[in-house]
């Protein structure tokens, strides 16, 4: 496709940095999966032994809330709720339907991203202050029993929840085409944008039009 017709939607840094905390958050699912449900032991070999996954689990939990930061102070402008997202739900079936023809106003994220958003922001940090009151030999032998008790079940909670939310989030990107490869290129096209985004192709479009004397 010509490059005249791709719009850059995610820089590298924020591409390699969601890409970094995929592989990290998968890893410290997969071994924290292994203690939740016995069946799934055996992905305690997800880091080489059980032993190793007890140890590397909450540092790759650790990097995963590093990474959430850096993509939260880059993003969140994009995804404070706005009054034309109530066009997203009031049309919500079209959407679903990947019917297009209505504009909806959509800026850089629709409503739907936005929940998903502040869902994610939320359980992960859930996670790393349940994961910190739990998380032995450093902080955990300085906490009261029942503290300790309620911060295992806060964790074991909403990691199942974020794992839920995460299988959501790719059935989605694969579901909506174009998806995937702009979140690997950082590219999509123009058509895509205008279908999808339509606010947000404009907004990135007024500029590139001044600039060529066309507007």
Same mark, same amino acid.
């Given at each position: 496709?010509?490059?005249?017709? &791709?719009?850059?939607?995610?820089?590298?840094?924020?591409?390699?940095?969601?890409?970094?905390?995929?592989?990290?958050?998968?890893? $410290? $699912?997969?071994?924290?999966?292994?203690?939740?449900?016995?069946?799934?032991?055996?992905?305690?070999?997800?880091?080489?032994?059980?032993? &190793? $996954?007890?140890?590397?689990?909450?540092?790759?939990?650790?990097?995963?809330?590093?990474?959430?930061?850096?993509?939260?102070?880059?993003?969140?402008?994009? %995804?404070?709720?706005?009054?034309?997202?109530?066009?997203?739900?009031? %049309?919500?079936?079209?959407?679903?339907?990947?019917?297009?023809?209505?504009?909806?106003?959509?800026?850089?994220?629709?409503?739907?991203?936005?929940?998903?958003?502040?869902?994610? &922001?939320?359980?992960?940090?859930?996670?790393?202050?349940?994961?910190?009151?739990?998380?032995?030999?450093?902080?955990?032998?300085?906490?009261?029993?029942?503290?300790?008790?309620?911060?295992?079940?806060?964790? $074991?909670?909403?990691?199942?929840?974020?794992?839920?939310?995460?299988?959501?989030?790719?059935?989605?990107?694969?579901?909506?085409?174009?998806?995937?490869?702009?979140?690997?290129?950082?590219?999509?096209?123009?058509?895509?944008?205008?279908?999808?985004?339509?606010?947000?192709?404009?907004?990135?479009?007024?500029?590139?039009?001044?600039?060529?004397?066309?507007?």
């Amino acid at each position: 496709m010509n490059k005249r017709d &791709m719009i850059l939607r995610t820089r590298f840094p924020e591409r390699a940095c969601h890409w970094v905390m995929v592989i990290c958050f998968f890893l $410290a $699912a997969l071994s924290g999966l292994s203690w939740f449900f016995p069946t799934l032991s055996g992905l305690g070999a997800v880091l080489g032994t059980p032993q &190793m $996954a007890r140890i590397l689990h909450p540092f790759l939990g650790v990097a995963v809330f590093l990474a959430l930061v850096y993509l939260f102070i880059r993003f969140v402008k994009y %995804n404070l709720p706005e009054r034309e997202d109530l066009a997203w739900f009031a %049309n919500l079936k079209d959407v679903l339907l990947g019917n297009h023809d209505k504009p909806l106003q959509i800026g850089k994220y629709n409503a739907g991203q936005k929940i998903l958003f502040w869902g994610i &922001m939320s359980l992960i940090s859930v996670l790393l202050l349940s994961g910190l009151v739990i998380w032995r030999p450093y902080f955990a032998p300085a906490l009261p029993i029942p503290l300790i008790r309620l911060g295992l079940f806060l964790h $074991a909670a909403a990691g199942i929840a974020l794992i839920l939310l995460i299988l959501g989030h790719a059935y989605l990107a694969f579901w909506v085409k174009g998806s995937i490869s702009g979140m690997v290129t950082g590219y999509v096209s123009r058509a895509w944008a205008r279908s999808h985004h339509d606010r947000w192709y404009r907004q990135i479009s007024k500029p590139a039009a001044k600039s060529e004397g066309r507007e």
